[in-house]
């Protein structure tokens, strides 16, 4: 079956850096998907990657294994604003996204 | 990115009446997408929405209790048929750009209760 694993919740400080890991199994895959949910907002779009190795996109920044099934999600010099929810989703063999639970981020000051 | 707005933002329904939510791009999408999220859980897929034809479905949807209409390439509407407090839910409409598999982008939700 097609699977995507996300720790629940994870609690963080303001100024520190924190890993997000994403676990995966899928029929085919086509790219890995990280998102933002701001608790009553809807999902926004944060990184894609489907080529092995880490994009960096300012202080977030998103990594592949594709051999591993392994993804994760790097925040750095958290902000309060960071709290929210992020989801992990896999693009499968038939560009379906098959999506996480997500993983709540608390961060303390 | 397109823009997508949706209508209602909420509702608090009767058992057995039935809701039909909007939701509009402003500007076109190939694809169209209908989600419901429970709170503190994942996205369920409903369905796709295809433009001048029925949706797609996925498992334990079906048309007659979730009507999707795509008349254009800029909108579509969700219908929650019957509804019982079963169907309490966020239900949220995403689009996508292109052929090719790129980023979908979602409207604001819909967040519907039922009595």
């Known amino acids: 079956g097609q699977n995507i694993d996300q720790p629940t919740e994870m609690t963080a400080t303001e100024g520190a850096i924190v890993q997000i890991n994403c676990t995966y199994q899928?029929?085919?895959?086509?790219?890995l998907f990280w998102y933002q949910q701001h608790a009553g907002e809807a999902p926004t779009f944060l990184s894609y990657?489907?080529l092995d190795g880490l994009e960096e996109k300012g202080r977030f920044s998103s990594f592949l294994s594709r051999s591993k099934g392994y993804s994760y999600l790097l925040l750095k010099e958290l902000q309060m604003k960071d709290s929210a929810s992020y989801l992990c989703a896999a693009c499968d063999s038939n560009y379906q996204l098959i999506w996480g639970a997500g993983t709540k981020l608390i961060i303390k000051p | 990115s397109a823009v997508i707005s949706q209508k209602p933002s909420r509702d608090i329904c009767q058992r057995g009446t039935s809701l039909t939510i909007q939701c509009q791009v402003d500007?076109?999408?190939?694809?169209m997408f209908w989600y419901r999220q429970q709170p503190g859980q994942s996205l369920t897929l409903i369905a796709t929405?295809?433009?001048?034809?029925?949706?797609?479905?996925e498992s334990g949807f079906v048309i007659d209790k979730f009507p999707i209409s795509r008349p254009n390439l800029t909108f579509s509407t969700l219908t929650v048929s019957n509804m019982s407090p079963e169907d309490s839910s966020i239900y949220l409409c995403?689009?996508?750009?292109?052929?090719?598999?790129?980023?979908?982008?979602f409207g604001p939700g819909t967040r519907l209760t039922v009595l």
């Open positions: 990657n489907v």
């Open positions: 899928t029929s085919g895959f086509n790219g």
């Open positions: 995403s689009g996508q750009q292109g052929d090719s598999y790129n980023e979908q982008f």
């Open positions: 500007s076109q999408v190939t694809m």
């Open positions: 929405a295809n433009q001048g034809s029925e949706a797609t479905y």
